[in-house]
Every structure is written in structure tokens, then in C-alpha cells.
């Protein structure tokens, strides 16, 4: 019943700009944390950016601050990621992930979100 479905990803060279989608179905969320996370072969999934469920409050990881921009549209259920000068280690997998309804703390820790989307490849080349 509840999924998170990201999209938006793809090949893009270094220097470029690429925005990331993610419907979340099943429940509202718009009172709940939101955050992407990423994840590269041989590595542990890692925080990129979160948004608070009742404020407008956001966090990055250091290596995408001033560079990824998270937002939301609560009234339709979705997230979004903004990516701009991208790097090639920034190729990854993107996931979604949310908390619970009424969870509105944003948290950098994987297991503070319970539902989580696919994910979506992430590549940028140089």
C-alpha cells in the first residue's frame, strides 16, 4: 500500500544540473520527515539532505551543501531533490525515504526512516 517511487535520474556530465522526483502513495506524508539518501557499490547507504515535516528546516551532508536543494509540495505528496554541479562522486543511487506520519524531526540516521522508495541510478561523468 505505501511506496515511494523516485525518478528524474540519468546520465549527466560534470558541471550539470539534474532534479530528482519522489510520489509517495499509500498515506499522506506532509507532516513527516523526508530525506534522500544515496548509495555507491561497496559503500554504506549515506545521508545527502532531509526536510522537516512541520517546518521549512533542511540539513545536507557536507559534500552537497550549497549544492542540493531539497523541497517539498505537501499537498501532493512529493519530494524533490535539486542537483546542481555535479561530480562524478556524486554517482550513486538515490533513495527516498520517509518517516512516519506525525515523525517531523528531520534525522541524518537510516534508521529514523520507514519507508524507503527503489531508488533511482544517479551518473555523472567527466
Known amino acids: 500500500q505505501v511506496q515511494l517511487i523516485e525518478s528524474g535520474g540519468g546520465l549527466v556530465q560534470a558541471g550539470g544540473s539534474l532534479r530528482l522526483s519522489c510520489a509517495a502513495s499509500?498515506?499522506?506524508?506532509?507532516?513527516?520527515?523526508m530525506g534522500w539518501f544515496r548509495q555507491s557499490p561497496g559503500k554504506e547507504r549515506e545521508f545527502v539532505a532531509a526536510?522537516?515535516?512541520?517546518?521549512?528546516?533542511?540539513y545536507y551532508a557536507d559534500s552537497v551543501q550549497g549544492r542540493f536543494t531539497i523541497s517539498r509540495d505537501r499537498a501532493k505528496n512529493l519530494v524533490f531533490l535539486l542537483m546542481t554541479e555535479l561530480k562524478p562522486e556524486d554517482t550513486a543511487v538515490y533513495y527516498c525515504?520517509?518517516?512516519?506520519?506525525?515523525?517531523?524531526?528531520?534525522?541524518?540516521?537510516?534508521?529514523?526512516?520507514?519507508?524507503w522508495g527503489q531508488g533511482t541510478q544517479v551518473t555523472v561523468s567527466s
Open positions: 526536510h522537516s515535516g512541520s517546518t521549512e528546516t533542511t
Open positions: 499509500g498515506q499522506s506524508f506532509s507532516d513527516a520527515a
Open positions: 525515504a520517509a518517516r512516519s506520519p506525525g515523525y517531523g524531526w528531520l534525522s541524518v540516521q537510516r534508521n529514523a526512516y520507514d519507508y
